[in-house]
């Protein structure tokens, strides 16, 4: 691999396809060079045998098949005369390991090369991927240029340099990032599209719950939503909300079914026990809580009185859940906040739970979701339209 500065490592591209970037036409969005390089991206991520040991990868593969394509193109098929605004410079977050890969296939269907800073934290994921990436791109040699997957430490020289190339700035980290990113100057032209740090909630109906005969799938899919990102995803779930009746009996044996699912895949690490402990005690001396007794540390239960936006600054990872029993879902809105960004519910109309988040008129909640899905990416995220804010429309009049 070449490196560029003495401090850059390209896992994807070269210092000499770096400089073809500059000369990048924008495409349009959806073009037929982007449906037909994440088609057989697609394809070989979904048969090849590293790739299947990681979900998330396998995800990815899903996510960007024809038919999924096709799905996602109805929405802006109405969108004419819209082409890619040139290159992308993205900072991928450190505790999610596909969100990269995600990140610029959606530029690249909004019609922009990529410039990807890749996660600092080593996941075996990312090396998959960039290795997929490079077999996909040697079918296609007119695209090397609109893809450059690049390594480098917090070094303000780098960052600058790949801000200036940049027409738009996408950063994925949280707010102490997003500070640090932001000392580095854009062109007059270029845009920013930033998400910070966010919290998420679940909403479950306790008596559709114990309806359910499909519990066991449903312990999995929380699991999903929360473990497999150590709750780090600001997605994953850290408030538990209970409606309905009959709460005691579905706690009982929701958590009971979850511990069979965390006991069989998860190791707790003792700095991720110790951090739970510091929250709790956090928690604790500020608010009126009570922890559940458990067996274990692998689930860490903190029922509280009584929902406020403070408490969403007391999260913690790693099986950390604030659980509270509502008598109506208006009750949940003061987590609803700026930070708040997906609502997952189990048990409850969704169309019903629309109206009502709509009717609170909250700052935050910028996706609603079945639970088991939060981790879904979609090209609306954050409340943010990608294609449309990494594209521009050329007006006739």
């Avoid at 929701?254 to 928690?283: C, I, P, S």
């Avoid at 809105?333 to 960004?341: A, K």
């Avoid at 700052?363 to 521009?392: E, K, N, Y």
């Amino acid at each position: 691999m070449q490196q560029h500065f003495d401090s850059v490592t390209y896992a994807l591209g070269s210092a000499e396809i770096e400089m073809q970037m500059a000369d990048v036409r924008p495409l349009p969005i959806f073009s037929a060079e982007a449906v037909a390089f994440l088609t057989a991206l697609s394809a070989r991520i979904l048969a090849d045998a590293e790739a299947k040991a990681y979900p998330d990868v396998v995800t990815l593969g899903f996510w960007c098949r024809p038919a999924a394509l096709r799905q996602m193109h109805r929405t802006y098929e109405a969108d004419v005369n819209r082409l890619g605004r040139g290159i992308i410079f993205h900072i991928a977050p450190s505790n999610v390991a596909v969100n990269f890969a995600y990140s610029c296939l959606a530029a690249f269907l909004a019609g922009n090369a990529s410039i990807v800073r890749l996660p600092s934290k080593d996941f075996p994921q990312v090396d998959v991927l960039c290795r997929i990436f490079a077999e996909t791109l040697a079918e296609f040699p007119a695209l090397f240029p609109y893809f450059l997957f690049v390594r480098y430490g917090h070094v303000q020289d780098v960052t600058e340099h790949y801000s200036r190339l940049a027409n738009t700035r996408v950063i994925w980290g949280g707010d102490t990032t997003i500070e640090a990113i932001r000392r580095a100057p854009l062109a007059p032209r270029a845009n920013e599209i930033t998400f910070a740090d966010r919290h998420s909630l679940v909403v479950i109906d306790a008596p559709a719950y114990l309806a359910a005969a499909d519990k066991a799938r449903i312990a999995q899919d929380f699991y999903n939503d929360t473990y497999l990102s150590d709750q780090n995803a600001c997605t994953a779930p850290h408030f538990v909300v209970w409606l309905g009746t009959a709460v005691a009996a579905a706690q009982e044996v929701f958590w009971n079914a979850l511990h069979e699912v965390v006991g069989a895949r998860y190791t707790m690490q003792a700095v991720q026990a110790v951090d739970k402990l510091t929250q709790l005690y956090r928690l604790g001396a500020c608010f009126e809580v009570r922890q559940v007794p458990a067996e274990d540390n692998l689930i860490t239960r903190v029922r509280v009185a009584k929902l406020t936006e403070e408490m969403t600054a007391y999260r913690a990872g790693s099986g950390f859940f604030i659980e509270y029993r509502a008598q109506k879902l208006a009750e949940i809105r003061p987590l609803c906040g700026i930070s708040c960004q997906t609502l997952s519910y189990y048990g409850v109309q969704r169309d019903a739970l629309l109206q009502e988040i709509l009717a609170m008129r909250p700052a935050g909640v910028d996706r609603i979701v079945p639970l088991g899905r939060t981790m879904d990416f979609a090209l609306v995220w954050d409340g943010i339209d990608l294609i449309r804010t990494m594209s521009r429309v050329v007006q006739v009049i």
